[in-house]
């Protein structure tokens, strides 16, 4: 992901619906009445090749309700925090007094800083495209006209907001050997810390109030020959502490962290590991095929409180695989920030997972292995009989290891039978750290 575009304006202007069809979803709520979108939401989109995050806002300097000022707030953040502003007016209402106050608080908000284009919506049909000169007095550089609801100039907005996103050709331009690292998990649970303590340094700010970083804050390092990007990220909270914090913005950006790394450490406090936070980031892990190691820090805390149990690293253990179940392959490093312990043993995990997501299994033994394997299994079926047939497999593709079946019937894949055959592959070859991927192609494919 190459950046933030959030879109702004009063009420009832039709964010959403350009949320909507910014993601090509329906997850922002759309209606008629002023002030339904009250919290923040983010979705992921694509236009001619670049991605970014979109983040769907409350209208404000509309008719005061309980709501304005924590939504006020919101937007605040939300013109702080991201790469693009896209200030969305009601072309059916043209420039309002209200549009002009948001104008005036984007500039303060910003700083003048962002780039900010204007978008007249609501033009349904070209013989309304003058009245989008009207928004030229709010006295912004970019305007665009577009109707949200029938797509009409989208792809035009979309083309402004794409150049207007940070470059994300820096990530491919990497050194080879290279190792993209990000520190990744909720405030206060020592991620500064350990980056300091992993590059031997003070460049990342260390306070004991959570959400201290906002940004992430890149860092290159050469370790013992190895050359790493250590990526610190900011701190994430339940959504219903998202009220009136900076939170919300930096979640976001954890995400573009997470998207443009090699591997996450999932770091989490050993006195209270798997909480929804957790679980939240690991499974944007996954999903984006990234390496994970797990890191249980303030470990000698435990050590302290715990010092009558006679296996609490046990007891962590069965907490993390019982309520992380999709985890099983992720190693767990317990670990101190503060007196270092651990750190030596992070680093020497991350290098065996950055090699296993390189491993390929060749094609003539996998299938070889994979008929031994298969042939005692009770392959999936349908109510007619109709029975899974495997007829070969090959690696497609390595970051992550990835595996394609060519089957009779990709339908009758189940994720019981999935889960299976990827807990099978990982006998063949040692994928500890890193996601398995498998795809089922029929004949045709």
Not at 97 to 104: C, G, H, K, M, P
Request: one cysteine or more.
């Amino acid at each position: 992901m190459s950046g933030i575009a959030a879109i702004i304006g009063r009420p009832n202007a039709g964010k959403s619906s350009l949320f909507n069809r910014f993601t090509g979803t329906k997850d922002a709520i759309v209606d008629d009445m002023p002030g339904v979108t009250r919290d923040r939401l983010y979705g992921e989109c694509e236009h001619r090749g670049k991605n970014f995050y979109v983040i769907d806002t409350g209208g404000i300097f509309g008719t005061d309700t309980e709501f304005s000022a924590g939504i006020k707030n919101h937007v605040d953040e939300a013109v702080k925090e991201c790469d693009v502003i896209i200030f969305l007016l009601d072309g059916h209402d043209g420039v309002t007094n209200s549009d002009e106050e948001i104008a005036d608080f984007i500039r303060k908000a910003s700083g003048n800083s962002k780039p900010v284009i204007v978008a007249m919506n609501k033009l349904d049909d070209p013989k309304h495209d003058d009245l989008m000169n009207d928004a030229y007095s709010l006295g912004f550089e970019n305007v665009v006209g577009l109707s949200a609801l029938h797509k009409r100039g989208v792809d035009d907005l979309l083309d402004l907001v794409t150049d207007f996103l940070p470059d994300d050709n820096e990530e491919f331009e990497t050194d080879e050997n290279e190792i993209r690292l990000v520190i990744a998990g909720k405030p206060n649970v020592g991620k500064s810390s350990l980056l300091n303590k992993i590059t031997n340094s003070e460049r990342s700010l260390v306070s004991p109030i959570a959400g201290t970083t906002r940004d992430p804050v890149d860092m290159k390092v050469n370790i013992d020959g190895q050359n790493f990007k250590i990526i610190d990220t900011a701190g994430l909270r339940r959504r219903a502490k998202f009220d009136g914090d900076l939170e919300y913005y930096s979640f976001v950006r954890t995400l573009a962290a997470v998207d443009r790394s090699d591997i996450a450490l999932l770091l989490m406090d050993a006195r209270d590991p798997c909480t929804d936070q957790d679980k939240k980031i690991a499974a944007h892990v996954v999903q984006k095929g990234k390496g994970l190691v797990i890191v249980l820090n303030k470990w000698d805390l435990i050590q302290q409180t715990d010092g009558k149990n006679k296996n609490p690293a046990d007891e962590l253990m069965k907490k993390i695989r019982d309520e992380m179940p999709f985890l099983s392959y992720a190693p767990v490093v317990f670990a101190s920030a503060l007196n270092g312990r651990g750190v030596l043993k992070i680093l020497q995990t991350v290098l065996k997972v950055n090699e296993n997501r390189r491993k390929r299994i060749p094609t003539n033994l996998l299938n070889r292995l994979m008929r031994d394997v298969l042939a005692f299994d009770r392959l999936p079926s349908d109510k007619k009989g109709r029975a899974l047939k495997v007829y070969y497999c090959s690696q497609a593709d390595a970051l992550p290891p990835t595996f394609i079946f060519f089957v009779n019937r990709p339908e009758l894949v189940n994720s019981s039978f999935e889960n299976h055959v990827k807990n099978k592959l990982r006998e063949l070859e040692d994928f500890t750290g890193t996601p398995v991927r498998t795809f089922w192609r029929g004949k045709e494919g």
